[in-house]
């Protein structure tokens, strides 16, 4: 146990000589949070839209009206060319167009039906779908305004049907609320695996693991001793970025902070570990970079449902995603922070993240015999 | 420049040697574009609905067969009571419910305003959006046709409606969106992960002194330590976009020429990065964290990937404009799915460009003062 202390003293020791690292460990997260927080964001609003004015008519001011006070659009031009609708998407100034036919609103006075058209940069399929939505919501406003205008005196009057929607478990559909965690668990993944993923490599590299390996420390000394610094700067920057997002973002936090830390503790416990696996499998730093940021990283980010639902991927790819821990941690944060459930809800996952973290930093440690022999 | 290219041989030899270095350099990326070009989709199509009709007329089966028919959602369920409903929105059985109250129609024919409950579930906020949009117009569409058929007018077809046109992806799928973001992403990152080392680890193990020593120009050692990353990276971004044109149906309207001029300018810029990192830091764990750090979720998060950009506050897309993939997304999407020219794309062209000889300079600048 005291050589454990003496290890630990020397990792803090050498990180303290370099004195760099602080501000990119502690600061950068915090920083990236704030921005990456805002930016993350799903939700649709202020899609640049040009229009082909080729009535110029009190009726189809009227309609270009309804896109400007809309929160979902902005104009992003008034034209009467086809050619610059053409080059505004394709250089993507617009996304999309609204085209109005000439004579649009001498049609409407006539009460003749009248098409209006509108174009979709269709390359973000995303914002293109639920573009076209709202566009098509705005119009078919009009139509039944028109529709109800168009009633002949005497006939019955007709009414319309309206769609209460609501949603459950996010009700203001704040994609902040569900985005924030999740930039959150990122950043520390990324910071805990780069720490953990060079601590041994780097004595390999200098040569200096074998004056380690003369020294009587145990094989687990090794990895918990080289763990233990990392953690504690894990611990530090989960409070960091904890606090930026209730008290910046004002992300509720529904549930039990304790909770929340205990098991951002057991996630730091297999990001590091991760790392340090990394590390014991590496020859030299830059294949430690590699292999982390090839083989686990990028999985994580695209496989761990931070964005892309899992249950959308194929039958095939599902099962892989059990391997992923950051699938059990973002399950729990979201959980904790949004739905306000403790760990009856969730035992499972954490139970499945505790149990993988303890098994990789099994792995590493047996991995680190190999190397040190 | 003799000089440049014997420092590229080095480092190209050094490479070589580090086996699993280059294997990871120039196939991993391909092979990763394929799972992810595979794996991910957010096409909201087949969400599972759960309708509730307690109206049973020829209107209320309207409004569901518009929902069925709009391909987005299918019917997995008709429960008989709210109670139903609320489990299987619990257990995720069903991810919207419909419900129509009993007496619409009633209400629609005697002029009042009739409403239905749709109820989505939010916990992915990015589908529940869409979802939210689709289930909003699709209502709406019906409500204007219903109210046309009854009032009997303009001979059943509504005064004014929209005729939808989507240009280059017909169909939205959102793999030709996700695949040209993957390979701008997967270039980024292994240029940045590739250079990001290669300096400081010089510092670190001792043989900087004799590079110091050496008599080479700064330039010229900056260009030939970026050379052999170049001819790699471009192999492996060729490689990707291959991939993709072969296995996902990537179309590459454009020209190949124009294409590779972007994929060459924007890679000089990503691995300008990463050399720039590893000139500024003594540590290669620190150049590991802070390449990371400036190329990860910045690409990911502020390019224009998946997250719109003019959806970002306004702040937040000022920045956005030092993010070189930024640039990069809209002409790869430019040339590949809308088959556009040099004329278009100039201002994205001048701004990779801008980007790479920044920060090849700032690193050429920081490695004078470094040698002294």
């Not at chain 2, 129609?105 to 959006?129: F, K, M, Y």
């Not at chain 2, 209502?139 to 280059?168: C, D, F, K, N």
Request: charge should be positive; proline fraction near 5%.
């Amino acid at each position: 146990m005291r050589r454990l202390g003496f290890l630990v003293r020397k990792e803090f020791q050498e990180l303290r000589r370099n004195p760099r690292m602080f501000p990119v460990i502690f600061i950068a997260p915090v920083i990236q949070l704030f921005i990456l927080g805002y930016a993350a964001t799903t939700d649709v609003k202020n899609v640049p839209i040009i229009v082909l004015d080729a009535d110029r008519s009190a009726e189809s001011r009227d309609l270009i009206g309804r896109f400007e006070g809309s929160p979902y659009f902005s104009i992003a031009g008034v034209t009467s060319s086809d050619a610059e609708v053409q080059r505004a998407i394709e250089s993507r100034r617009a996304w999309m167009a609204l085209s109005i036919p000439p004579q649009y609103g001498e049609m409407i006075g006539r009460q003749q039906p009248v098409t209006v058209q509108v174009i979709t940069d269709g390359t973000d399929s995303n914002s293109a779908t639920v573009g076209l939505a709202y566009a098509s919501t705005l119009i078919t406003a009009r139509a039944a305004e028109l529709a109800a205008a168009a009633r002949p005196p005497g006939a019955p009057r007709t009414g319309s049907i309206e769609a209460r929607i609501r949603v459950w478990f996010n009700p203001q559909l704040l994609s902040l609320h569900f985005m924030v965690p999740g930039v959150l668990a990122l950043l520390l993944m990324i910071i805990t695996t780069v720490l953990g993923a060079m601590a041994i490599v780097r004595e390999k590299e200098l040569g200096t693991l074998e004056q380690l390996n003369v020294t009587p420390l145990k094989r687990w000394e090794l990895t918990v001793g080289k763990l233990l610094p990392f953690g504690l700067i894990g611990m530090v920057d989960v409070i960091l970025v904890v606090s930026v997002a209730v008290l910046w973002f004002e992300i509720p936090l529904r549930g039990s902070f304790a909770l929340l830390f205990a098991l951002s503790l057991v996630y730091l416990l297999c990001t590091l570990s991760l790392g340090l696996f990394v590390s014991t499998i590496s020859h030299n730093q830059q294949q430690a970079m590699m292999t982390a940021v090839f083989f686990f990283m990028m999985p994580m980010i695209y496989l761990s449902g931070f964005i892309f639902p899992i249950e959308n991927m194929p039958a095939v790819i599902q099962p892989i995603t059990y391997l992923i821990p950051l699938r059990y941690y973002l399950v729990i944060v979201r959980g904790i922070f949004l739905k306000g459930v403790g760990l009856e809800a969730f035992w499972l996952d954490a139970l499945l993240m505790l149990g993988w973290g303890l098994a990789v930093l099994a792995l590493a440690t047996m991995r680190s015999k190999k190397t040190l022999a | 420049m003799r000089k440049a290219l014997a420092v590229g041989r080095k480092e190209f030899w050094q490479i070589v040697r580090d086996r699993r270095t280059l294997m990871i350099l120039l196939f991993v990326p391909a092979f990763f574009l394929l799972l992810y070009g595979y794996a991910l989709n957010w096409d909201i199509r087949h969400v599972r609905l759960a309708v509730l009709d307690r109206d049973h007329t020829a209107e209320s089966r309207e409004l569901v067969s518009a929902f069925v028919n709009s391909t987005y959602f299918d019917i997995v369920s008709t429960p008989a009571s709210l109670s139903e409903v609320e489990r299987l929105m619990d257990r995720g059985k069903a991810r919207v419910a419909l419900i129509i109250p009993e007496g619409m129609t009633r209400d629609l024919r005697s002029g009042r305003v009739a409403t239905v409950q749709v109820i989505i579930n939010g916990d992915n906020a990015n589908t529940a959006t869409a979802i939210f949009g689709y289930a909003q117009a699709i209502v709406q569409g019906v409500s204007a046709q219903l109210q046309v058929q009854l009032a009997g007018g303009a001979g059943g077809a509504p005064l004014l409606s929209v005729q939808p046109r989507i240009w280059y992806n017909p169909e939205l799928q959102s793999t030709l969106f996700l695949v040209p973001g993957l390979i701008a992403f997967i270039v980024m990152i292994s240029s940045v992960v590739s250079t990001s080392l290669s300096i400081v680890r010089e510092k670190e193990r001792g043989t900087w002194e004799q590079v110091r020593m050496s008599p080479i120009s700064t330039p010229a050692y900056v260009v030939g330590k970026t050379i052999p990353y170049f001819f790699i990276s471009l192999a492996s971004a060729l490689l990707i976009i291959a991939a993709s044109m072969l296995l996902f149906d990537l179309p590459v309207r454009g020209s190949w020429l124009l294409l590779l001029a972007a994929v060459a300018i924007f890679l000089v810029g990503a691995l300008g990065t990463g050399l720039l990192v590893s000139t500024m830091v003594d540590s290669q764990a620190l150049a590991f964290l802070i390449g990371l750090l400036i190329s990860l979720l910045p690409t990911f998060v502020l390019s224009g990937f998946i997250f719109p950009i003019a959806s970002m506050p306004s702040p937040i897309q000022v920045v956005t404009h030092i993010v070189p993939a930024r640039y990069f997304l809209v002409a790869l999407r430019g040339i590949v799915l809308k088959g556009v020219g040099f004329g278009v794309l100039a201002p994205q062209f001048a701004a990779l460009g801008i980007y790479a000889f920044v920060v090849l300079a700032l690193a050429s600048i920081r490695l004078a003062k470094e040698r002294g």
